[in-house]
């Protein structure tokens, strides 16, 4: 049964609002996958604030074309789906990366890393890095580290002062 007009363009609308609300996509070859394995993914890609679809080449071409991706069009060659991320990029990208690990059959492609076309070692690399909240954790404790070392060196020089204000005191008191 072809497919109408109306629904080519439904279905482009819906990809370029995807698109647009995801900070992570990753293009992945499904191949192999059954229904269940397929499921299993989704299943952990909502959790994880994101959704997998399965997309028409063509569709998803002109949608790249569109939003000046065209770096992307070299991705879309065979069965394409798009995982896409709309929370914690790294997040989205671990559950694929530990799914295509657990699913041989799951290829990842490449991906779209905040509106820039990257390829699939950078998506990978991103699967590596820790979640955001413990990122943001590290950072806090790098800046933190050397204030404590700060407080930690001015409280010194002033217990310094004081012990020589009161040697003073002393001697002073002694001499009286």
């Known amino acids: 049964m072809p497919v109408t007009r ?8 819906e990809l ?6 995801a900070r992570v996509v990753i293009l992945s070859d499904y191949r192999g996958l059954n229904v269940a394995a397929i499921t299993v993914l989704r299943r952990r890609l909502r959790e994880a604030e994101g959704e ?7 569709v998803a071409r002109r949608v790249a074309t569109a939003l000046g991706l065209q770096d992307l069009l070299g991705y879309l060659e065979g069965p394409t789906a ?7 990029p790294a997040l989205s990208a671990k559950v694929v990366a530990d799914f295509a690990r657990e699913f041989k059959q799951l290829e990842v492609k490449g991906g779209i890393l905040e509106g820039r076309v990257v390829p ?12 955001r909240a413990v990122l943001l954790a590290q950072v806090v404790g790098g800046v933190q580290a050397p204030l404590y070392g700060l407080v930690g060196a001015l409280s010194g020089i002033l217990r310094g002062l004081v012990y020589a204000l009161e040697g003073i005191r002393k001697l002073r008191a002694g001499e009286a």
Do not use: I
């Not at 370029?16 to 609300?21: A, F, N, Q, S, W």
């Not at 798009?82 to 914690?88: E, I, L, P, T």
């Open 82 to 88: 798009m995982a896409f991320g709309y929370g914690d």
């Open 52 to 58: 997998f679809k399965v997309v028409k080449n063509t």
């Open 6 to 13: 109306q629904a080519k363009e439904a279905a482009a609308a």
């Open 16 to 21: 370029h609002d995807k698109l647009g609300r």
């Open 120 to 131: 699939p070692e950078q998506v990978k690399a991103l699967a590596s890095l820790p979640p």
